[in-house]
Nanobody, 123 residues
């Protein structure tokens, strides 16, 4: 049973930073791509960032490029999302996700989801 547990959310002022963590368990973490998604109130869930099994490849939504950075520590079974220069429009519940099968690219289907962590950007 794959389990994903996020942490690190909170309230931050515009221009501030937060680092989210997602701890994974239940299978060999280092074999799989990992992703971050977010959902704002009244909006659909949207892709934020993804990282390949080794960390050699990353992908970002245009809205966060240059401000967010995804990374992973396979020894700790953890993926991170460093968020800088936060804006009010970044306010959302952020969830990490993992696919059932190894792979990389936009066709990856995410099957396992964490419960999410709230990020609120407000003065």
């Amino acid at each position: 049973q794959v389990q994903l547990v996020e942490s690190g959310g909170g309230l931050v002022q515009p221009g501030g930073s937060l680092r989210l963590s997602c701890a994974a368990s239940g299978r060999t973490f280092s074999d799989y791509t990992m992703g971050w998604f977010r959902q704002a109130p009244g909006k659909e869930r949207e892709f934020v960032a993804a990282i390949s099994w080794s960390g050699a490849n990353t992908a970002y939504a245009d809205s966060v490029k240059g401000r967010f950075a995804i990374s992973r520590d396979n020894a700790k079974n953890t993926v991170y999302l460093q968020m800088n220069s936060l804006k009010p429009e970044d306010t959302a519940i952020y969830s990490c996700a993992a696919p059932k099968v190894p792979g990389w690219g936009p066709a990856v289907k995410y099957a396992y989801w964490g419960q999410g962590t709230q990020v609120t950007v407000s003065s």
